[in-house]
């Protein structure tokens, strides 16, 4: 059995699109095999999709209709320029700030559809929550950051690993105070924080992880994240072959989506 019964059940949401199909029901696999607590419920956010939708009836995971998930619309986000649009990366990630809208546990962890977990996770240990963390990170996110909280972002880490675990009462107060500060929703404040004339521009897991972390240091373990990403199909992986990837990584990541990211038009 994979979960661990004295670890505090939770919900999991992943945000998805089309071009997610090849790699999500490895990622909702590796998720029911390697994740050390009992999991509820695992709701996929999309737009509209019969083949998500079909997925999720033989994965027994929920169908979230995106258009639901927040009271605004990826058409909403203007985050562009000549060069690139992150618009729907934007939109994905604010998906993502509301997941304590969408699961009904009280920690719900959120990881990438691409990316599939090779050995055990825990997220929570002796009352602290466990962080994953690279070392390197985007510059904007911190500035960002500071804008909204009006302070610097303490962690000598990167968040940015792929997954996070988040507790719906820590999210809920971050936003009230992002709100407090700006007067605005916790949304509009981020919208309005960012510089729109550079690329990544706010993270999610780097926004959360560190309101976290400034508050109570030693409520939170860091450990190294340890990802690989590949280029390779996760399909053409064989079990050999993913052991031993397991011996030196925790996750692999298949980066080719497209539709949360797309170059901007010539």
Request: aromatic share 12%.
């Given at each position: 059995?994979?979960?661990?019964?004295?670890?505090?059940?939770?919900?999991?949401?992943?945000?998805?699109?089309?071009?997610d199909?090849?790699?999500?029901?490895?990622?909702?696999?590796?998720?029911?095999?390697?994740?050390?607590?009992?999991?509820?419920?695992?709701?996929?956010?999309?737009?509209?999709?019969?083949?998500?939708?079909?997925?999720?009836?033989?994965?027994?995971?929920?169908?979230?209709?995106?258009?639901?998930?927040?009271?605004?619309?990826?058409?909403?986000?203007?985050?562009?320029?000549?060069?690139?649009?992150?618009?729907?990366?934007?939109?994905?990630?604010l998906?993502?700030?509301?997941?304590?809208?969408?699961?009904?546990?009280?920690?719900?962890?959120?990881?990438?559809?691409?990316?599939?977990?090779?050995?055990?996770?825990?997220?929570?240990?002796?009352?602290?929550?466990?962080?994953?963390c690279?070392?390197?990170?985007?510059?904007?996110?911190?500035?960002?950051?500071?804008?909204?909280?009006?302070?610097p972002?303490?962690?000598?880490?990167?968040?940015?690993?792929?997954?996070?675990?988040?507790?719906?009462?820590?999210?809920?107060?971050?936003?009230?105070?992002?709100?407090?500060?700006?007067?605005?929703?916790?949304?509009?404040?981020?919208?309005?924080?960012?510089?729109?004339?550079?690329?990544?521009?706010?993270?999610?897991?780097?926004?959360?992880?560190?309101?976290?972390y400034?508050?109570?240091?030693?409520?939170?373990l860091?450990?190294?994240?340890?990802?690989?990403?590949?280029?390779?199909?996760?399909?053409?992986?064989?079990?050999?072959?993913?052991?031993?990837?397991?011996?030196?990584?925790?996750?692999?990541?298949?980066?080719?989506?497209?539709?949360?990211s797309?170059?901007?038009?010539?």
């Open positions: 059995m994979s979960a661990t019964s004295s670890a505090p059940p939770i919900d999991v949401l992943i945000p998805a699109i089309a071009k199909l090849a790699t999500l029901p490895y990622a909702i696999d590796s998720l029911r095999r390697y994740v050390r607590h009992p999991i509820s419920n695992i709701y996929i956010v999309s737009p509209e999709n019969s083949s998500i939708r079909q997925l999720c009836s033989r994965k027994s995971c929920i169908f979230v209709n995106e258009t639901t998930a927040l009271p605004f619309t990826k058409k909403a986000i203007r985050y562009s320029s000549s060069r690139w649009n992150r618009s729907g990366w934007l939109y994905q990630q998906l993502k700030m509301n997941g304590d809208q969408v699961c009904r546990e009280k920690y719900f962890l959120v990881i990438d559809a691409d990316t599939v977990l090779i050995r055990p996770h825990r997220f929570l240990s002796g009352g602290k929550s466990i962080f994953y690279r070392s390197w990170s985007q510059p904007e996110y911190f500035r960002t950051y500071r804008k909204l909280l009006g302070s972002a303490p962690s000598p880490k990167s968040f940015v690993t792929h997954y996070m675990l988040f507790d719906s009462a820590k999210l809920a107060s971050l936003k009230r105070k992002i709100e407090a500060r700006h007067g605005m929703s916790w949304h509009a404040a981020i919208l309005r924080s960012i510089n729109k004339q550079r690329q990544f521009g706010f993270s999610e897991y780097e926004t959360y992880a560190n309101y976290v400034s508050t109570n240091r030693s409520s939170v860091l450990k190294n994240a340890l990802n690989k990403s590949l280029k390779t199909p996760v399909a053409s992986l064989g079990k050999e072959q993913l052991s031993k990837y397991a011996r030196t990584y925790r996750s692999l990541s298949f980066h080719q989506r497209k539709g949360y797309i170059p901007g038009k010539p």
